[in-house]
């Protein structure tokens, strides 16, 4: 099992890897991207390595980055990655834009909204068996 956070904010990175290990999720498990172009090529060289080894089972990925956003990241997912791979996604952010939070529950990719920051329950609660 691996997670992938995207954000391109140090405090996030630092506050959710220490959730998650208190959660019982180890350093290893989990891998940190500055840039959604970090993360895409990151995917894209696994796909074309076949090498799934370190597949992520969920991807956290903030809405509003510079460059580009966590819109970008999901077309370029959804044109990337086979269904049958496609990793749980969820959007983590700070934003209380209702406009934001309803466009992100009309994308049938992602699995849902969580307010930044995340706590160690959040990442208990995940089904790490499923992926």
Known sequence: MKLYFIDDDEAPHIYHRLMA???GI???QIENFYEVDQAIAKLEGQINAQDLSQ???YIFVDIN???KS???FVK???ALIPQELMPVIYFVSSTKNPSDIQKVEAIDIIKGFETKFLES???KSLDFQKN
């Open 76 to 78: 370029e997912v959804e």
């Open 26 to 28: 180890s350093e290893d």
């Open 70 to 72: 966590g819109y970008d």
């Open 55 to 57: 597949w992520p089972s």
């Open 121 to 123: 329950e959040f990442f």
């Open 65 to 67: 980055m510079p460059y």
């Open 21 to 23: 290990e208190e959660s």
